[in-house]
């Protein structure tokens, strides 16, 4: 079974840092990976998605993913935090169980950033 | 502009009662979806339906009913025999139901047990 494990239930940075929210996963074939971001009492808004095309996955907003095979990451970055990307971040494993698109979510991790 | 609608954004049920939430699409998917969310807790998956007419049970079914009568909508009722409903209640669709299919939210629902 798939599964999905976020490193880091918090995440702590200045305002034009570097940012980076971990994520390892588990998939017994070459999955489809996912990274969300939710605002405070809003839905998710999709970063950007890997789907076995180019390992390197840019997004919206100058975020960014690689795909490891062989560490089993889809590590989320971005090079420069803005106050408005403070909000909880979500990796997201396809899973085909059952023949349909059953999405398994990581706990979330929670990015705030300081002036 | 084609999205994902949930009404209410708020609800408050008392005990005993059965609610229903809305989810509407313009997008034209035939697949749809309905996950709660808890605080510090990824999404977890209740009901999905693959085509109108059809539907089947998530993780989390136990004390939720839904219906796809048209493509466009997805209503959940929350029932009496959910023991513990107050959450957050996320609506998704997508396209179909391949695995690279992106879902798409809509932007919530709170319900809270009075």
């Known amino acids: 079974a798939q599964s999905v494990t976020q490193l880091d239930s918090h995440v702590s940075v200045s305002e034009g840092t570097p940012v980076l929210l971990r994520c390892n996963y588990s998939?017994?074939?070459?999955?489809?990976l996912f990274w969300y971001v939710q605002h405070p009492n809003k839905g998710l808004q999709l970063l950007l998605k890997?789907?076995?095309?180019a390992t390197l996955v840019k997004g919206i907003n100058g975020f960014e993913a690689e795909f490891k095979k062989s560490e089993t990451s889809f590590h989320l970055t971005k090079p420069s935090a803005h106050m408005s990307d403070a909000a909880e971040y979500f990796c997201?494993?396809?899973?085909w169980g059952g023949g349909y698109n059953k999405l398994i979510f990581g706990a979330g991790t929670r990015l705030a950033v300081h002036p | 502009d084609g999205g994902i609608t949930q009404s209410p954004k708020y609800l408050f049920r008392k005990e005993g009662q059965n609610v229903t939430l809305s989810c509407e699409q313009n997008?034209?998917?035939?697949?749809m979806y309905w996950y709660r969310q808890d605080p510090g807790q990824g999404l977890r998956l209740i009901y999905y339906?693959?085509?109108?007419?059809?539907?089947q049970k998530g993780d989390i079914a136990e004390g939720y009913s839904v219906s796809r009568e048209k493509k466009e909508s997805f209503p959940l009722t929350v029932t009496s025999a959910q023991k513990n409903p107050t959450a957050f209640y996320l609506c998704?669709?997508?396209?179909?139901?391949?695995?690279?299919?992106?879902?798409?939210f809509g932007p919530g629902t709170r319900l809270t047990v009075l």
């Open positions: 997201v494993v396809s899973d």
């Open positions: 339906s693959q085509i109108v007419n059809d539907f």
């Open positions: 998939s017994s074939y070459s999955p489809s």
């Open positions: 997008l034209n998917h035939d697949a």
């Open positions: 890997y789907t076995s095309a």
């Open positions: 998704a669709s997508s396209s179909r139901t391949g695995g690279t299919d992106t879902q798409y």
